[in-house]
């Protein structure tokens, strides 16, 4: 069974702070995504990694960077978080079937 | 540009009866699609897919249609359970698979 888990169920920060999401995945999968997800707007891509050290932005990469040092963890950092970044931030990998495997999810409130 | 697109936010559905849930995208070159199931408070599980060599994928009480020249899918529960309330997604992939579009979701609610 693929597992992807997130560092955090539930987190709250100030605005201004710098916030890191981790993920980790133990199915040697080389593709993870980050998506945010809003009510009314679906799963929306952030950033995804092919490769160790590789990234590509998504459809909403502004105000986020990622960081991929080794094939199993992938992270999403927050620079300088503000209100509208207030969601829910969903880690994904892919396996060769193209079925994604989702974490659990961080509820991210930020105030 | 929505490429995928869920028209529906919301269906209610006796249980025991049909939940029919839709999607329709704009890209002829989408090739594969895939419906997601999402319960609050956890990430998205893979439910069903379809290839567009396909017409029909069926999976027990699940079944994805595919209907090409219009540019839709739609997904059949029958019989609906209580246990199926939940927010599903449809997603294709793009280009080398590592894009996904994924619609904006429908709630589904199943009434004992």
């Known amino acids: 069974d693929v597992k992807v888990t997130q560092s955090s169920r539930y987190l709250v920060k100030r605005t201004g702070e710098k916030v890191f999401l981790e993920c980790v995945q133990d199915?040697?999968?080389?593709?993870m995504f980050w998506y945010r997800q809003d009510p009314g707007l679906g799963l929306r891509l952030i950033y995804f990694s092919y490769d160790v050290k590789m990234k590509e932005k998504g459809d909403i990469p502004e105000g986020y960077s990622v960081s991929r040092e080794k094939k199993e963890r992938f992270s999403l950092i927050l620079e300088s978080a503000s209100t509208n970044q207030t969601s829910t931030y969903l880690c994904?990998?892919?396996?060769?079937?193209?079925?994604?495997?989702f974490g659990p999810g961080t509820r991210l409130t930020v105030t | 540009d929505q490429q995928v697109k869920q028209n529906s936010p919301s269906l209610s559905v006796q249980e025991g009866r049909i939940s029919i849930l839709n999607c329709d995208y704009t890209n002829s070159m989408f090739d594969y699609f895939l419906w997601y199931k999402k319960y609050p408070a956890e990430g998205p599980t893979f439910l069903i897919s379809i290839s567009s060599i396909k017409d029909k994928n069926e999976d027990g009480r699940f079944t994805v249609f595919l209907n090409k020249s219009a540019k839709h899918l739609s997904l059949h529960i029958v019989p609906s359970q209580p246990g199926d309330s939940a927010v599903y997604f449809c997603?294709?992939?793009?280009?080398?698979?590592?894009?996904?579009?994924f619609g904006t979701g429908t709630s589904l609610t199943v009434i004992p």
């Open positions: 199915m040697d999968h080389e593709n």
């Open positions: 994904a990998t892919l396996s060769w079937s193209y079925e994604q495997y």
């Open positions: 997603a294709a992939p793009f280009l080398t698979g590592n894009q996904f579009y």
